[in-house]
């Protein structure tokens, strides 16, 4: 059995304690410790444990010392920058906030760590479902730029005001990962270079 730590448990690890640890559509899989430092998540997490049969820890060191064989990250870039090295010193780390990575120097110390601590950083394809397909287009020619569409609930940005679909940002990935860090997902319009 793999033994899974989660980092964060907003919806996103909800989803997967759900799908992972009740639903088990992972066979070998199961979800053992959950970690978040937040103090709205310190509140909330003691019901979850109880419920999906996990210990909660709020303190990073303690969840590395427990017995998982792989950190999945589901809180947002920031977590990712401010965890990677002291996770991949010691486990092995699935980061699904892969913007974290946009910053080619912080990548590197990322990868030097993995190499000397000999542990592995795993990035899914996140948000972009078929990633491949849109590359193996774009090398096809005719593709210029591509259009992601995403849609947060209006109390994921507390800086916004209204009832209202809103768009709130169209640029570059790069940029709306500065702007959005802590988000997950963020809508998008990404311009392909030529």
Same mark, same amino acid.
């Given at each position: ?7 964060? %448990?907003?919806?996103?690890? +909800?989803?997967? /304690?759900?799908?992972?640890? !009740?639903?088990?559509? *992972? $066979? ?48 947002? %870039?920031?977590?990712?920058? +401010?965890?990677? /090295?002291?996770?991949?010193? !010691?486990?092995?780390? *699935? $980061? ?99």
């Amino acid at each position: 059995m793999i033994k899974i730590g989660l980092i964060g %448990v907003g919806n996103l690890g +909800q989803f997967l /304690l759900e799908k992972i640890n !009740k639903e088990h559509i *992972l $066979a070998g899989y199961t979800i053992s410790a959950i970690c978040d430092e937040r103090v709205k998540a310190i509140h909330t997490m003691p019901a979850l444990a109880k419920a999906y049969h996990v210990k909660a820890y709020d303190q990073l060191d303690d969840f590395l010392n427990a017995d998982i064989d792989l950190v999945v990250e589901c809180a947002n %870039v920031t977590a990712v920058q +401010q965890y990677a /090295l002291q996770i991949l010193a !010691k486990k092995n780390l *699935l $980061a699904i906030s892969v913007g974290a990575f946009v910053s080619s120097s912080f990548y590197e110390k990322v990868l030097a760590t993995t190499q000397k601590q000999r542990t592995k950083l795993y990035l899914p394809a996140g948000a972009i479902g078929g990633l491949e397909v849109i590359q193996a287009a774009k090398v096809l020619g005719g593709l210029k730029a591509i259009t992601i569409t995403t849609r947060k609930p209006i109390h994921a940005f507390a800086d916004i005001d209204t009832t209202k679909e809103t768009i709130i940002f169209q640029g570059l990935a790069v940029e709306a990962i500065e702007r959005f860090h802590k988000m997950q997902m963020l809508p998008l319009h990404f311009l392909l270079p030529d």
